[in-house]
Nanobody, 126 residues
Framework: QVQLTESGGGLVQPGGSLRLSCACS????????VAWFRQPPGKEREFVAA????????PYANSVKGRFTISKDSARSTVYLQMNNLTPADTGVYYC???????????????????WGQGTQVTVSS
């Protein structure tokens, strides 16, 4: 059974940093695409970044490029999202998602992922 568990959310001041973790179990980590999405208050869930051990690309949303970095630790089957220079616009619930069958053109779409974590709250406020 696939299980994704996020952690690392919290309250941070503007300009601060957080690192989110997504621990993946029940997956063949080397074959899966793992992505981060977020849902700001009152808005739709949106793509943040994705990573795959099989592919050399790590797409990011334009809004986080240069500030967020997605990475993976294959030995721990864990994907991280390092978030720097946070702004109030980054506030929301952050979700980890995974798929073993998604194609590259679908990486930014929620519908491409069949496995989701429970989410972790990130609040950026002074």
């Amino acid at each position: 059974q696939v299980q994704l568990t996020e952690s690392g959310g919290g309250l941070v001041q503007p300009g601060g940093s957080l690192r989110l973790s997504c621990a993946c179990s029940g997956v063949t980590f080397s074959r899966y695409v793992v992505a981060w999405f977020r849902q700001p208050p009152g808005k739709e869930r949106e793509f943040v970044a994705a990573v795959s051990q099989r592919h050399g690309t790590t797409p990011y949303a334009n809004s986080v490029k240069g500030r967020f970095t997605i990475s993976k630790d294959s030995a721990r089957s864990t994907v991280y999202l390092q978030m720097n220079n946070l702004t109030p616009a980054d506030t929301g619930v952050y979700y980890c998602a995974a798929s073993g069958t998604i194609i590259l053109s679908q990486w930014r779409s929620q519908s491409g992922y069949g496995c989701w974590g429970q989410g972790t709250q990130v609040t950026v406020s002074s």
